[in-house]
């Protein structure tokens, strides 16, 4: 008896970290928090608009928080209806409105009247080293004012890892710089031989993998150095991918950056991007980019995109 008791003591030890390390599990948390919250206000019909990037930019990973959290939301919300972000455009395609991106206050109220909801939930996600964090937020309809939010860290797990295309250290890619170019009888840097220089300036390697069948160009943004104590410039770099091939930025600061991948035909177009470079990262381009989205350097450490 004694011996059933402390086995099931010590697979509680070791089950529960991993469920609580979960980032499916950690995401319902987060839903089942701000759903007690709504529930406790009275509310009965919530609308789920949707999570974006800081800029409000809609992603494939937005689109599967959004989709998971109006699941989350509808399985622990006994006393109110949710409306999900597909019903929505419906909605608004009928009254010929076309809202995109993040809904401030400003605006929610406006919708609120569209769709005849009592709250909207919005929010925003960051990309961090290991995890996901995540903003959810609910506004209410009829005074735009934020009555009720959460925000919880979602840990990056392999099959995250894999919807998003990034690998740790090169993934499934041979050229792993680790802050200098490979030479030409390399094909992976040792890690342990990284120059301690890094860990001083914060700087790390991102390759880019091009998976796909057509050549491809690669515009990034990002910060020039690292200080937390002020906002330093923005700058832009360009690589040229054919395809299967891998290409790296190196001596990257640990910063988030912003990266956007266009094919190469659609770049050389002259009614498209006219084969100029800084079209590339401009938001007046955006409907021509093949992907977009936000990834963060590691200090020390190389990472590869796999563009697909």
């Known amino acids: 008896m004694k011996i059933t008791a402390a086995l099931f003591l010590l697979l509680s030890l070791i089950t529960v970290p991993v469920h609580c390390q979960d980032f499916d599990t950690e995401l319902e948390k987060l839903a089942t928090g701000l759903s007690q919250k709504i529930t406790a206000k009275g509310k009965t019909k919530i609308a789920v608009w949707g999570f974006f990037t800081e800029n409000g930019e809609r992603t494939a990973l937005g689109n599967y ?4 959290f109006s699941v989350y939301m509808t399985n622990h919300g006994d006393k109110f209806e949710v409306i999900d972000r597909n019903h929505l455009d419906i909605l608004l395609k009928e009254h010929q409105s076309n809202a995109e991106g993040y809904i401030d206050e400003n605006t929610a109220k406006e919708l609120g009247k569209i769709i005849a909801v009592d709250v909207i939930i919005t929010g925003t996600y960051t990309v961090l080293n290991s995890i996901v964090k995540v903003r959810a937020k609910a506004l209410d309809s009829e005074t735009a004012s934020q009555f009720a939010a959460n925000m919880g860290n979602l840990p990056l797990n392999e099959n995250i890892s894999s919807y998003l295309g990034i690998g740790l250290n090169g993934g499934n890619s041979t050229n792993r710089g680790f802050n200098s170019p490979l030479s030409s009888n390399e094909t992976v840097n040792n890690p342990e031989t990284v120059d301690d220089a890094c860990k001083k300036s914060r700087t790390g390697d991102f390759c880019f993998a091009n998976n796909s069948n057509q050549k491809v160009i690669v515009g990034i943004k990002y910060f020039a150095d690292y200080d937390a ?6 700058r832009s770099k360009y690589l040229i991918l054919d395809a299967k091939e891998t290409k790296c930025f190196y001596g990257m600061v640990s910063r988030p950056f912003k990266y956007y991948v266009v094919n190469w035909a659609d770049f050389i177009d002259k009614e498209k991007l006219r084969g100029i470079e800084a079209y590339v990262v401009h938001t007046t381009y955006a409907k021509h980019l093949k992907d977009k989205g936000e990834l963060k350097v590691e ?3 190389s990472k590869t995109y796999n563009i697909k």
Do not use: F, H, I, P
């Open 65 to 68: 928080l959004t989709e998971d």
């Open 229 to 234: 104590n002020r906002v330093t410039s923005m």
């Open 299 to 301: 200090t020390c450490k």
